[in-house]
C-alpha cells in the first residue's frame, strides 16, 4: 500500500512569507507526527496528533509554527513569517498508535529553504 | 526526560567489515528503542526495534542490536558491511506516553571498497 506523503518535496520561499506543508499519512493510521531536521538541530518533534485528542504541541519552537488535522487524515503544518532558521526538511510521520512500541512510518519529508 | 547519545558522527568501514553503530540513552521509564535508516533525500525507514522480551534484536538487512540495561546501551551491529549500507543511521528512544520520538544526532556511515 501506499506510504506517507508529503508535499512539496522542495519549497524555497522568501523570508517573512508564509508556507504550508501538507502530510498524507498512512490510511488507517490514526496517530500524526510532524518532526523537523536540521544540520544545527538534528531530528526534533514538532507536534503530534491522535484521533480526536487535543494535539500535543509541545515541539513547536514558536507561536510561527501551527499545524492542524482535517477529517483525521491529512495534516497541513503552518510557518508564519518565516525566518532563514527555519530553514530545514519538515518529516511527517503516522502510526497505528497502540503505544510505546509503535512504529512510526515516515514520509519523504519536505525541504524548506528560506532565502 | 528521554536523551540518546550516539558515538561518532560517521563512520568509515571497509566493505565485508564489521559495522558497530554505538547509542547511549537516558530514560526515566523501561525504554522503547529504535533504530531508523535514512537514505539520501528519503525519509526514515525503521531497522529494528526493542520494547521488551529478548534483549538481543534482529532487523532488516541484516543488522541486529543488543539491549544492554546496565550500560544503558543499544548499539548496532552487522557482520559484514556491503556498499548498500551507505546511510546515516538515527537511535531513538519513546517518550512514556508514546507521543513522541527523542532521536540521537545520527551517524552517517560510509562504505569503502
Known amino acids: 500500500g501506499a506510504g506517507v506523503s508529503q508535499s512539496p518535496s522542495n519549497k524555497v520561499t522568501e523570508k517573512g512569507k508564509d508556507v504550508e506543508l501538507r502530510c498524507d499519512p498512512i490510511s488507517g493510521h490514526t496517530a500524526l507526527y510532524w518532526y523537523r531536521q536540521s544540520l544545527g538541530q538534528g531530528l526534533e518533534f514538532l507536534i503530534y496528533f491522535q484521533g480526536n485528542s487535543a494535539p500535543d504541541k509541545s515541539g513547536l519552537p514558536s507561536d510561527r509554527f501551527s499545524a492542524e488535522r482535517t477529517g483525521g487524515s491529512v495534516s497541513t503544518l503552518t510557518i508564519q513569517r518565516t525566518q532563514q532558521e527555519d530553514s530545514a526538511v519538515y518529516l511527517c510521520?503516522?502510526?497505528?498508535?497502540?503505544?510505546?512500541?509503535?512504529?512510526?512510518?515516515f514520509g519523504p519529508g519536505t525541504r524548506l529553504t528560506v532565502l | 526526560a528521554q536523551s540518546v547519545t550516539q558515538l561518532g558522527s560517521h563512520v568509515s568501514v571497509s566493505e565485508g567489515a564489521l559495522v558497530l553503530l554505538r547509542c547511549n540513552y537516558s530514560s526515566s521509564v523501561p525504554p522503547y528503542l529504535f533504530w531508523y535508516v535514512q537514505y539520501p533525500n528519503q525519509g526514515l525507514q525503521l531497522l529494528l526495534k526493542?520494547?521488551?522480551?529478548?534483549?538481543l534484536v534482529k532487523g532488516i538487512n541484516g543488522f541486529e542490536a543488543e539491549f544492554k540495561k546496565s550500560e544503558t546501551s543499544f548499539h548496532l551491529t552487522k557482520p559484514s558491511a556491503h556498499m548498500s549500507d551507505a546511510a546515516e543511521y538515527f537511535c531513538a528512544v519513546s517518550d512514556r506516553g508514546g507521543n513522541k520520538l527523542t532521536f540521537g544526532g545520527g551517524t552517517r556511515v560510509l562504505v569503502k571498497p
Open positions: 510521520a503516522s502510526s497505528f498508535a497502540r503505544g510505546r512500541s509503535d512504529t512510526q512510518y
Open positions: 526493542y520494547t521488551t522480551g529478548a534483549t
